[in-house]
């Protein structure tokens, strides 16, 4: 046979290489050798490493191995530049993100090989999907920065932002953290992955291209102990970061009781579910995309396939196939579908893994394809017949390897899709929008695609639920991570009223007249506390006013399992949560005299005016729970992205010491109208006003679980609902010290945090917390994609 007659029978592809030359003759123009970017300059090279081509082990360039002294230099850079660059106006930032958008595109294919050289992704997606959305980024953002003021008043930038990312979208991540820092008006330091510093390298140079101002962005490279300096520098106001659960729990340790902003973008097993009236071949298509691009080497790839049992056969069968057709190899070749790994040891850690999952149980599929040698290749994998308790069902495997599993019932895909501690993002697949449009909302991820798979866009927020993390990027849910209330920055300490004498040290002195101990109140009802122990509460001149249930361990694991059970308030409507809580403010108006006899005698101020502070509160919150809605985006592909505020889940809410009233119902109005349910502890001090308020619950129709309240010592209560997994974020108002110990502890599951740092928040101002504040806090973006217009 004649070439051109056996190309006609085998139909293979020829191969279609990219040229390297301009990527290496950048390199070369710096001597394949590069220090830091600070202050607008290049620093002189110190100890380096080596960064290499992962599809043939060829060392690319030197960088170097930043040390604390460098992190020092950077941030010193980024702080003398923060007052400048933050009184720019918006429009004038905005120039500068423009001009570096401009920028990219213009050598967007320089910025493609290096990318693709250095991490060992195909050319076919550094040019086609990471460079352009870089670029995409940049404009985006070049307009929030211009229209900053109008929409976010009384907002100002953090200060000086420390970044760290990872390896897998090495310049994506750097845009995504990059554009809206700047738009905001902040600064930063920012770490790129030690595998992959090269395009945040050229980005520099970009930079100075633009003639951003000295120190606006510093770029040092290095390992892990270079992103700790960044994490514990004391002159950066927050961190934001992208990379492996285990490290963001590190960061988030580290971070705990400093005041710096956090946002973490961590780790995912998303699933990606396949119904019986799905249309198969797309779904095929999709889940290509969904566990092939880049090598696996997403946090948001769908490596968890759940198919429908009625169709798992046949879709197996078309699944091999198509993965027989998949073509692995040299990463500039433009006909390549999957690269090479990043490095040697992420294919150790894969390879291993797979084993496991071997070992286990799990039955392995490799295509009949072949594989080049000599770099870090592997093959589209398989792994079939696998239980929910397999390892590589459970463990981020960051790399080709698919897990599948099958299920009868859209309620099973549903359990199924949510059996696991991570959050990030889910697909399904369905021709039902009935169906689609059911289960999304069930899932608990931050980002849900329908009938297409890892879309991601510049105005669409991006972000986890649960031990993926919190934060968002991305639109307008990212850019407010880049912004802080004006107000914030100002806050003075809390100065406690001067405890009153007059308490016998003796707890059995005091207890005349007191005949009743006022009990917990745990899912609907009231409870004796476990201890049998109780605490006694005091008037402003030391007499003892009551008594309450001195709560341990086990009243707050009761109080949590009994807000679990009760998660379904976020699925009542808002409509109807508003009622509910339009009753309880109404029913405590009824009692307002009582209450604020109570106040008094707890805290000898005229309890009226926090009574009726506290109902309009409740009022105000009523309002809002049909009010603080989503949006619809609006993204190049022909979709529509539903931002869908949903409730955290179950919050733990610890009251502060003043203000026993209003202190509590300040707080747990907004997560309840939001669909939280709570765990409160009321003031530690004066928790009478809470245990009354039983009876106004049970008059207000709230459903038993909703509100649970655990009297005793704050913080000894904190640090247990810290430490609980079955809580999703937790609120404290109170001490320096238990509000650095709740952030720490909160890092076993990722919880949200919210605390007052030991600084007077006046929970009395309405201006500041009738509003948007707490409700941020007590709810999360998520972002579902639905195929719109196509
Ligand atoms: P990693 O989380 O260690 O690295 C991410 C970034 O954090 C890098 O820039 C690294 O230098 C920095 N870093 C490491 N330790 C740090 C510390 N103590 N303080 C501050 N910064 C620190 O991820 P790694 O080791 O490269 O990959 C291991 C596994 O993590 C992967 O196999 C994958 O499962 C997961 N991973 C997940 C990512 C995601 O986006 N979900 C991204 C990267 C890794
Ligand atoms: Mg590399």
Not at 461 to 477: D, L, Q, T, V
Not at 552 to 570: M, P, T
Not at 658 to 675: D, E, Q, T, V
Request: aromatic share 8%.
């Amino acid at each position: 046979m004649n070439k051109i007659a056996e190309i006609f029978t085998s139909l293979d592809y020829g191969p279609a290489p990219e040229s390297a030359d301009v990527a290496l003759a950048w390199l070369a123009a710096h001597d394949n050798t590069f220090g830091h970017f600070i202050n607008g300059a290049w620093t002189k090279p110190g100890k380096t490493f080596a960064s290499e081509n992962p599809a043939n082990g060829k060392v690319l360039a030197q960088v170097t191995d930043g040390t604390a002294a460098d992190v020092d230099a950077a941030v010193k850079a980024a702080r003398a530049a923060f007052p400048k660059w933050s009184a720019l106006s918006g429009y004038q930032r905005g120039k500068y993100l423009y001009a570096i958008a401009r920028l990219i595109q213009k050598h967007s294919r320089l910025f493609a090989v290096l990318e693709t050289m250095d991490n060992g992704k195909p050319i076919r997606e550094s040019r086609d999907v990471d460079i352009p959305l870089v670029a995409r980024h940049f404009y985006h953002h070049a307009g929030w920065a211009q229209h900053l003021e109008r929409e976010f008043p009384d907002h100002v930038p953090y200060g000086v932002c420390g970044q760290i990312i990872p390896w897998n979208f090495p310049l994506l991540m750097l845009a995504w953290k990059i554009a809206p820092a700047l738009a905001a008006g902040n600064t930063v330091v920012l770490k790129p992955a030690e595998f992959t510093s090269l395009t945040a390298l050229l980005f520099a140079e970009i930079c100075d291209k633009a003639h951003l101002p000295k120190g606006v962005v510093n770029i040092v490279t290095g390992e892990g102990d270079t992103g700790a300096a960044i994490t514990g520098h004391p002159d950066i106001d927050k961190i934001a970061f992208t990379g492996s659960t285990e490290v963001g729990k590190i960061i988030r340790r580290a971070t705990a009781g400093t005041g710096k902003g956090i946002s973490l973008e961590l780790g995912g097993k998303s699933p990606y579910i396949v119904f019986d009236d799905a249309d198969i071949d797309s779904a095929i298509e999709g889940l290509v995309d969904a566990i092939w691009f880049n090598q696996g080497q997403v946090c948001c790839a769908g490596s968890r396939l759940l198919v429908q049992e009625s169709i798992e056969e046949r879709f197996l069968e078309k699944l091999k196939k198509r993965m027989s057709t998949l073509r692995v190899g040299d990463p500039l070749d433009k006909a390549v579908d999957i690269g090479a790994l990043v490095a040697p040891v992420q294919v150790e850690r894969v390879r291993d893994l797979v084993k496991k999952g071997v070992a286990e149980g799990g039955q392995l599929y490799e295509p009949d394809i072949d594989v080049p040698g000599g770099g870090c290749f592997l093959k589209p994998t398989l792994i079939t017949n696998v239980s929910t308790a397999n390892t590589v069902a459970n463990e981020e495997i960051f790399g080709p390897v698919l897990v599948e599993m099958s299920f009868r019932t859209p309620e099973e895909a549903v359990a199924l899709a949510n059996n696991t501690r991570y959050g990030l993002a889910a697909t399904i697949w369905t021709e039902n929008v009935n169906l689609a449009l059911d289960i999304a909302p069930k899932l608990k991820a931050g980002v849900v695609w329908i009938n297409s798979t890892n879309n991601f866009d510049a105005a669409v927020g991006f972000g986890g639920y649960k031990e993926s993390g919190f934060g968002r990027e991305g639109g307008r849910e990212g850019m407010a991570f880049y912004l802080k209330a004006k107000w914030e920055k100002e806050l003075k300490p809390f100065v406690a009223a001067a405890a009153k004498s007059g308490k016998s040290a003796n707890p059995l002195d005091d207890a005349g007249g007191i005949d009743q101990t006022a009990k917990m109140y745990i899912a609907g009802k009231q409870a004796r506390p476990d201890s049998g122990y109780s605490r006694p509460v005091h008037g402003p001149s030391g007499a003892l006013v009551g008594e309450v249930g001195d709560g341990n361990r086990k009243d707050i694991r009761n109080a949590v399992e009994a807000a679990r059970a009760a998660l379904g308030w976020a699925t009542t409507s808002a409509h109807n949560r508003a009622q509910i809580l339009y009753f309880l403010a109404e029913n405590l108006e009824y009692r307002a005299d009582e209450f604020a006899a109570r106040l008094r005698a707890q805290t000898g101020e005229d309890g009226a005016a926090e009574v009726a502070a506290s109902v309009e509160r409740l009022f105000a919150f009523a309002g809002w729970a049909d009010k603080y809605d989503g949006a619809v985006h609006n993204p190049p592909q022909r979709m529509v992205a539903t931002a869908m505020v949903e409730a955290l889940g179950a919050m733990a809410i610890l009251a502060p010491p003043s203000r026993p009233l209003l202190g509590s119902i300040a707080l747990i109005a907004p997560a309840l109208a939001m669909g939280n349910t709570v765990v409160l502890v009321p003031s530690e001090r004066s928790p009478l006003s809470m245990t009354d308020f039983y009876q106004v619950l049970e008059t207000s129709d709230v459903p038993s679980g909703v509100l649970n309240i655990v009297t005793g010592e704050s913080k000894v209560l904190a640090k247990t609902l810290a430490e609980h997994d079955g809580i999703d974020a937790i609120w404290f108002a109170g001490d320096a010290e238990t509000s650095a110990m709740v952030e720490k502890a909160s890092a076993g599951n990722v919880k949200q945090t919210w605390t007052s740092r030991g600084l007077y928040y006046d929970l009395s101002d309405k201006a500041k917390f009738e509003g948007d504040y707490f409700l941020r806090r007590a709810t999360q973006v998520k972002n579902v994609w639905i195929p719109y217009g196509a």
